[in-house]
């Protein structure tokens, strides 16, 4: 196999085009020439420390805040999921009651297991031809306000990794109606309000807390990310407790550094960089909305920095338009879906991954349209997922485990999908990526779960979360 290192670089030589993050698109280079081993210290004199910054960090932390709107702001080198993980810890105690849209990160669902919580699940909207979560509705949001009135946070996803975008402010205006915060894991969109062609972020929306990852749509080092704290309804030195004591008590100067300099750029160089990128990413989409079988598609709050290319009416799953974009072209995709597969682009794009992407399509568009539909492969839809049905928590599922270990009395079971419509799951099951969940401990096997998770098996997707291919493990019954 050889050392990784050196695959690295001998990737980074080939002619493999990158519409997946990190946003820098291994093309800009915002640290100088030096190599990572030159500049890579620990806290020493003059440096500051994240965990007690005072000088030079609080300073670049302080300057992020101002460039993203927020009122404070704190770095974050293990990723968006640190993020959300003390976010959610830190508005909430022990066996509170949550909202939470369905669609949320992993992330999202590890918290409310570590911190014992009761979730109540918000259903997004659902794209029936793309078979496609879309937005969460405000509406929604206050009919499980008032039919809940225990909850004590939102957490919602904006936009999606499909750059589905909600009402944030409206969603914001109903929780807030009720003193209730809301985090907002607007981890893709990092680049929003740095262009009028891109919404506004969800700091200049009203919401309490809002975690971006900077790596995923902006030039900056996988894994770094920030933190915002808006307002007065959080409890802002609980969340900082949670960032303190979930980040690593040794944080990489590089990753530091990459988040300064991506905020450095933000603040002096945003014209520069935004403007050419944008008006090759509106002429590339205009490209694709010219294709005749393979269609680029958006719903009506999104974010044109994604693109969403379904080949369902060339006959093409999602998996197979990667493989043949990867294969033939390479070109890589971000993510395969069931129907569609998904291009990331950034300031870091390049005319010619521009030119590459849209010639490609456009020659597979052309060969799978001369096949006809007589040679289409039926694949059918996924089924939409029904609104859960939790029967415990997962931290009490992780209780009932430790139980049967100590006792020796095992009431668990693996089952294949098939047969295990009825029965509570002890396991997660989720697509990575994106990481959304279709099952979570201690909620219910439903007959359109176990069919979604056949039909992407089938397909030749992953299903990740899982002990053995084709079982969950369950609660017996009895």
Not at 31 to 44: F, Q
């Amino acid at each position: 196999m050889g050392c990784l290192y050196n695959r690295l670089r001998e990737y980074s030589r080939s002619d493999y085009y990158g519409f997946h993050m990190p946003g820098h698109k291994r093309q800009l280079n915002m640290l100088g020439s030096e190599p990572a081993y030159a500049i890579d210290i620990t806290e020493i004199e003059g440096f500051d420390d994240l965990h007690h910054a005072e000088g030079l960090l609080k300073s670049a932390q302080e300057r992020a805040a101002k460039v993203y709107h927020g009122e404070e702001t704190h770095f974050l080198i293990n990723g968006s999921s640190v993020g959300i993980l003390s976010a959610v810890a830190g508005v909430t105690k022990r066996g509170d009651t949550v909202l939470v849209a369905r669609n949320c990160h992993k992330s999202v669902y590890h918290a409310i297991e570590m911190n014992g919580l009761n979730p109540v699940y918000l259903a997004p909207g659902f794209h029936a031809s793309m078979q496609m979560n879309t937005e969460v509705f405000a509406e929604d949001v206050k009919a499980a306000l008032k039919a809940n009135p225990k909850i004590r946070a939102v957490v919602i996803v904006s936009p999606t990794y499909e750059g589905v975008i909600s009402d944030v402010e409206a969603i914001v205006g109903a929780a807030h109606e009720k003193g209730i915060p809301v985090i907002v894991d607007e981890a893709h969109g990092a680049h929003f309000g740095f262009h009028p062609y891109f919404p506004e972020n969800s700091n200049k929306k009203g919401a309490d807390i809002v975690i971006h990852s900077l790596h995923k749509t902006l030039p900056s080092l996988t894994q770094t990310a920030l933190l915002h704290i808006n307002g007065n309804l959080v409890r802002r030195e609980k969340v900082r407790r949670f960032i303190h004591m979930l980040q690593s008590s040794s944080p990489s100067y590089i990753l530091m550094a990459s988040i300064d300099s991506c905020i450095e750029m933000l603040e002096n160089r945003r014209q520069e960089l935004f403007e050419p990128y944008v008006r090759s990413l509106q002429a590339l989409r205009e490209e694709l909305q010219a294709l005749k079988g393979l269609k680029l598609v958006w719903t009506d709050r999104y974010d044109p920095s994604k693109l969403v290319i379904s080949g369902e009416d060339v006959g093409l799953t999602g998996k197979m338009l990667y493989r043949i974009l990867l294969e033939k072209y390479h070109l890589q995709m971000e993510m395969a879906a069931g129907k569609y597969v998904l291009a990331m682009t950034t300031v870091g794009d390049t005319q010619e991954g521009f030119r590459r992407l849209s010639c490609a399509l456009s020659e597979i568009d052309e060969e799978n349209r001369r096949r006809g539909r007589e040679s289409f492969q039926k694949t059918g839809n996924i089924p939409c997922l029904p609104a859960p049905d939790v029967v415990y928590n997962s931290s009490e599922i992780e209780e009932m485990l430790e139980h049967f270990h100590e006792t020796g009395v095992n009431r668990v079971e693996a089952r294949l999908w098939r047969d295990s419509v009825g029965y509570v799951s002890v396991e997660y099951a989720y697509l990575y990526p994106p990481g959304i969940p279709l099952i979570v401990p201690g909620e219910r096997v439903s007959q359109e779960a176990a069919d979604m998770l056949q039909w992407y098996y089938e397909m030749g997707f992953s299903i990740e979360g899982l002990k053995r291919d084709s079982y969950i493990e369950v609660l017996a019954h009895g």
